[in-house]
């Protein structure tokens, strides 16, 4: 079975830390780049980071840089994403994403985690 496992998410006060992992299980080809997104009732869904797998090239949503930062442990085939400084705003439910290149690259989507910032 291919998946993404997430885990991390919960209650945080604000300027508070969070540290969210997503594991690939049962993948077979080597994943390329990973992301993470974040969505809200009633919004699109918004890209927050990326990197890639090969490079570690990263990449930022304005509205986290500086507040996060996003890594990959390749060995493990597990992404992470550390947030600082969190906001009520940064409240949302979020999801990672692996491309892997078996012909073309295939995406595949975590089943998302809460994270609620309030006092």
């Known amino acids: 079975q291919v998946q993404l496992v997430e885990s991390g998410g919960g209650m945080v006060q604000p300027g508070g830390s969070l540290r969210l992992s997503c594991a690939a299980v049962?993948?077979?080809?080597?994943?390329?780049?990973w992301a993470w997104y974040r969505q809200t009732p009633g919004k699109e869904r918004e890209l927050v980071a990326t990197?890639?797998?090969?490079?570690?090239?990263?990449n930022y949503a304005d509205s986290m840089r500086g507040r996060c930062t996003i890594s990959r442990d390749n060995a493990e085939d597990t992404a992470y994403l550390q947030m600082m400084i969190l906001k009520p705003e940064d409240t949302a439910v979020y999801f990672c994403?692996?491309?892997?290149?078996?012909?073309?690259?295939?995406?595949?989507w975590g089943q998302g985690t809460q994270v609620t910032v309030s006092s």
């Open positions: 990197i890639s797998t090969a490079n570690g090239r990263t």
């Open positions: 994403n692996a491309k892997a290149r078996i012909v073309g690259l295939v995406d595949y």
């Open positions: 049962g993948f077979a080809f080597p994943i390329t780049s």
